[in-house]
């Protein structure tokens, strides 16, 4: 019955449920990302936060979370001070 | 000028991967080409029964690659046009038993002598996947619109990029035009901002498919089907030609056709 009248007052069509899941799941499975990709990712975050604020490069984890619809890329560092202007890039490599 | 290896692939079995190989290679010999279609699912052969042809093999994929005959005795000609081939799959053999290099090698070959190599890809993403992949230059990916061969499909899309596959379409196959206009399927444009690759063409559902498949006769023979008419047309686009897709609520067959219907249906 409540079925019936869920359909009545226009409940979502399958073809758009099927659409909205496709979405997720290709999300998530396109998240697979490997270790060393991870790890590269790491790597960039800290090199452009260490621009705004002094930060604990042993501390840093990143991971993929992934909820029942949607999909998350988590960080968590430790911050040791925020510096008052922005800091250039290094360029140590020139 | 060499011609061009093909790879028709899906990741899920069952999505009409050999259907497509069997209509586009009669397509593509239909407009003055020349073709050859490679069976290359070893063990579980079946290009040759779409195509009416398996009284007529004598030697095979595995026959070539392992030297126990020449390339062009394991070619059979097709009953009606003479410009397209088949070379078909083992069946009494492991995948194991073709590497890629070989594949590779074979296609590098054909390709002097064909205008189009098409490569009829196994279900699944191991071996018999990447032998099949090994010497194309492009790569059509099958999918239905269903969640399980989109999802598959997005899979073998990851895995032909990482191969460095640069040109990859999509053809979407058994689109029941009633369903998606009542929301009960995935729309073209939904499926292709899922996938987010370029698409060459759309295949109606049709029961017209299984009947030519009954009788071994690829159905783009047929003139009035409109999935031949789809198939030609991805034939063509396949060459350059610019065809536009026609849209999922676009009415088959035109208004004449229509009214017909609509008189005989009452």
Same mark, same amino acid.
């Given at each position: ?12 069509? %399958? &073809?758009?449920? #099927? ?30 936060? %260490? ?5 604990? &490069?042993?501390?840093?984890?990143? %991971? ?6 949607? #999909? #998350?890329?988590? %960080? ?19 | 000028?060499?011609?061009? @290896? *093909? ?10 991967? @050999?259907?497509?190989? $069997? ?6 010999? +239909?407009?003055?080409?020349? /073709? ?38 394991? +070619? ?12 078909? $799959?083992?069946? @009494? ?40 992949? $090994? ?29 460095? +596959? ?12 009633? +369903? ?10 939904? *499926? ?18 299984? /009947? ?32 536009? *897709? ?21």
């Amino acid at each position: 019955m409540l079925d019936t009248i869920k359909r009545f007052f226009g409940d979502k069509k %399958s &073809g758009e449920v #099927a659409k909205k899941r496709m979405q997720i799941v290709l999300l998530h499975d396109r998240l697979s990302i490997s270790p060393e990709m991870l790890e590269s990712i790491k790597n960039d975050i800290l090199q452009v936060l %260490s621009r705004y604020m002094e930060i604990d &490069g042993r501390t840093i984890k990143v %991971s993929i979370e992934k909820g029942e619809n949607y #999909a #998350a890329l988590v %960080s968590n560092v430790q911050v040791k001070r925020v510096y008052r202007h922005v800091q250039q890039p290094s360029t140590e490599s020139s | 000028m060499p011609g061009t @290896t *093909i790879v028709v692939t899906s990741g899920k079995g069952g999505v009409g991967k @050999t259907t497509t190989v $069997a209509n586009l290679g009669t397509a593509l010999a +239909m407009r003055g080409r020349s /073709v050859v279609m490679v069976d290359a699912d070893i063990g579980l052969r079946n290009l040759d029964v779409v195509m009416g042809l398996e009284n007529r093999i004598v030697y095979n994929l595995v026959d070539i690659i392992e030297g126990r005959c020449r390339t062009e005795q394991a +070619m059979i000609r097709d009953r009606k046009l003479n410009s397209l081939f088949l070379i078909p $799959a083992a069946q @009494t053999r492991e995948k194991d038993a073709v590497h890629p290099d070989q594949m590779k090698e074979l296609c590098e070959k054909l390709q002097q002598d064909f205008d189009y190599v098409l490569v009829d890809c196994p279900a699944g993403i191991e071996r018999g996947f990447r032998n099949a992949v $090994a010497g194309a230059q492009k790569a059509i990916v099958v999918t239905t619109p269903e969640v399980s061969a989109i999802r598959d499909a997005d899979r073998v899309i990851g895995l032909l990029e990482a191969e460095l +596959m640069k040109d990859i379409q999509l053809i979407i196959n058994r689109l029941n035009h009633k +369903m998606v206009k009542r929301g009960d399927m995935m729309s073209t444009e939904d *499926i292709c901002s899922l996938l987010a690759i370029p698409l060459v063409g759309v295949i109606p559902e049709s029961e017209e498919v299984v /009947v030519s498949t009954n009788r071994g006769i690829p159905l783009v023979h047929e003139k009035r089907s409109s999935v031949a008419g789809a198939f030609r047309r991805i034939a063509a686009r396949l060459e350059g030609e610019q065809v536009p *897709i026609p849209a999922d609520n676009a009415e088959e067959g035109g208004i004449l056709s229509r009214f017909k219907r609509l008189i005989w249906s009452s």
